[in-house]
T-cell receptor, first 113, second 116 residues
């Protein structure tokens, strides 16, 4: 079973920041937090990942709490194309990279015009 | 931007027949994966593959399934004798390896397998 908890759905107005929370209270010291999204009928798309520091890339920002028990994915200026299911996944740093990802049900983010 | 490609996009097969799903991973990636998603359900890990052998597999990946990297570019999933419950989207993914850090998996857009 997934080691994360996410709200099943969220709404956000177009142009506003979308803040998607994730709880991972049992995360281990060597586990990364990954975010993916799945737009209808497409494959999961990698967004961002982090260990303990906040991270930012061209798609989003990831804020991880100091105790690492929760995180927030921020889409700074949401567009209609950001409507998707967003998955928060924890994954151990195996060093080899072969571990399969465990997907939960995610958060269905709906961007309203 | 390089991407994972999968063919065909939709495969319709009679129950009991063999089916091969094909994937071309990103060219400098070394780890390859198959996942499936039954309609309305979660994405489920099937198998990972590295250096021409299976690295990890889930309980779903039973003797009916096999994977192969037949040449330097393709990665295939074979289902020997399909069942109705094999109907699903099948996603291929690939990742680099860097020993000191995790690398993200990049997914294709999937093959929709319909078993009649």
């Amino acid at each position: 079973d997934a080691k994360t908890t996410q709200p099943p759905s969220m709404d956000c107005a177009e142009g506003r920041a979308a803040n998607l929370p994730c709880n991972h209270s049992t995360i281990s010291g060597n586990e990364y937090v990954y975010w993916y999204r799945q737009i209808h009928s497409q494959g999961p798309q990698y967004i961002i990942h982090g260990l303990k520091n906040n991270e930012t890339n061209e798609m989003a920002s990831l804020i991880i709490t100091e105790d690492r028990k929760s995180s927030t994915l921020i889409l700074p200026h949401a567009t209609l194309r950001d409507t998707a299911v967003y998955y928060c996944i924890v994954r151990a740093n195996s060093g080899g990279g072969a571990d399969g990802l465990t997907f939960g049900k995610g958060t269905h983010l709906i961007i309203q015009p | 931007e390089p991407e994972v490609t999968q063919t065909p996009s939709h495969q319709v097969t009679q129950m009991g027949q063999e089916v091969i799903l094909r994937c071309v991973p990103i060219s400098n990636h070394l780890y390859f994966y198959w996942y499936r998603q039954i309609l309305g359900q979660k994405v489920e890990f099937l198998v990972s593959f590295y250096n021409n052998e299976i690295s990890e597999k889930s309980e779903i990946f039973d003797d009916q399934f096999s994977v192969e990297r037949p040449d330097g570019s393709n990665f295939t999933l074979k289902i020997r004798s399909t069942k109705l419950e094999d109907s699903a989207m099948y996603f291929c993914a690939s990742s680099k390896t860097i020993r000191l850090a995790n690398q993200p998996q990049h997914f294709g857009d999937g093959t929709r397998l319909s078993i009649l």
